[in-house]
């Protein structure tokens, strides 16, 4: 057995609401590793709309790793939402033309860049992204968190803005489970391992 076929877009016989994301995107500018699934209450179409403000002429991108859990509602707010900050107005004068065209000449709006989300993330329900930010691989993210800043890896990490609720395991735990990327395994090692992956003796990984 070498688990599910990744390249599927439903997983689940008879379930439409839980999908392999990379089989349902279509935008060039979302990268999604294999077997990061999402799950949607309605309609797993919904995971493109929520990725806000998300315009070809930026080229920003959202990049996601593998195995990662995204559940319903989730947002990513990309570098279209972003405003002039530093100047005596926000307002976007310059969209509406008609002798404002010329209000941003000299001036660019700023860019936080990529979204960056690592492997084995897990995203809660109705969680925010901001524009720039990194998750670290094995993070957690709470329900209804707003990121802001980057997360380090198993953090779990909630609030708005979210900050760190705490570690998953010790520094030395997360420094081996780094070391082992178990995610760019082959398959078929990963499916040797999953007792051992669901439980928390990493020295068991190890062996």
Known sequence: MTGPNKDIKFPLENYDRLCFLKNVIKNPEIIVGDYTYYDDFENVENFEKNVKYHFDFIGDKLIIGKFCMIASDVKFIMNGANHLTNSLTTYPFAIFGHGWENAMEGKTYPKKGDINIGNDVWI???????????????????????????????????GNPAREIKKRFSKEVITKLLELEWWNWDIEKITKNVQYLTGNEIEKLIE
């Open 124 to 158: 809660g329900y109705n969680a925010t992204i901001m524009a720039g930010v990194t998750i670290g691989d094995g993070a957690i993210i709470a329900t209804n968190a707003t990121v802001i800043k980057d997360v380090e890896p198993y953090s779990i990490v909630g």
